[in-house]
């Protein structure tokens, strides 16, 4: 730190550069650290001693190449109370990436009892979000709100990463109602793309069955130009004039 002491007036400001030097074996990944300016009194008779810190969070990314990518899921979703009675939804959050997360979205209910829709509520993690660590988002609801069901759409962000969710919750009189499972996108792909050929086969076979009834209902074409008339005679067929024909008798 440069430089590593100061002397400031009430009020006053200063700049101070800090440095850090990485050692060449460090291993690769993130690591973090706080920059701390603190003052302290001196200890009383009593022995209290006050000290004062503000500080700075750090992120250092160790290794070849650009920072880590961020990441995370949204595993499940929870309906429940707290102890005064009021609604919370508790969303469950995975660091799947290689940096840490301080996530912040909202929340809103859809589709609720006769129509209604109540939201955003703000959701905050509160806490930083280490690499590969699980943590919960509260999100804390109006006392009004009814039980449900509800459709809950959930967004959450971290920096410019971002990720939905939407799940059916019912509030429980008290307590915690089981948490609801949210597939992940990878999980949902196959199901998507089933739906989707299920949709055009059945496209296909509606298209195959008009094309059969209007064959069925449409009459054979009718050629005049075709049409054959069949005359029946009956004694002796009269020779044709422009023929030479010759009999001979004897008697």
Known sequence: MQPNTLDLDAGGRASVTVTITVPSDAAPGERYAVVWAEVRSDASDSGVEQVN?????????????GPPAADFTVDALTARRSPDGSPLVLATVRNTGGRALDMAGELELLDGPGGLRAGPFPASLGSTLAIGDSGQVTIPLDQQVPDGPWEAAITLRSGLLERSAQA??????????????????????P?????????????????????????????????????????????????????????????
């Open 168 to 189: 059916t919750l019912t509030f429980p009189r008290a307590g915690s109602a089981t948490p609801v499972s949210i597939a992940p996108p990878e999980a949902r792909w």
């Open 191 to 251: 199901l998507l793309v089933l739906g989707g050929l299920l949709i055009l086969l059945l496209l296909a076979l509606a298209l195959w069955a008009i094309t059969r009834r209007r064959r069925r209902a449409t009459p054979p074409d009718h050629d005049p130009a075709g049409e054959r008339e069949l005359v029946a005679t009956s004694g002796p067929v009269a020779p044709d004039p422009g023929s030479d024909t010759r009999t001979n008798s004897r008697s």
């Open 53 to 65: 810190r503000v500080g700075i969070r750090q992120y250092l990314s160790v290794g070849p190449g």
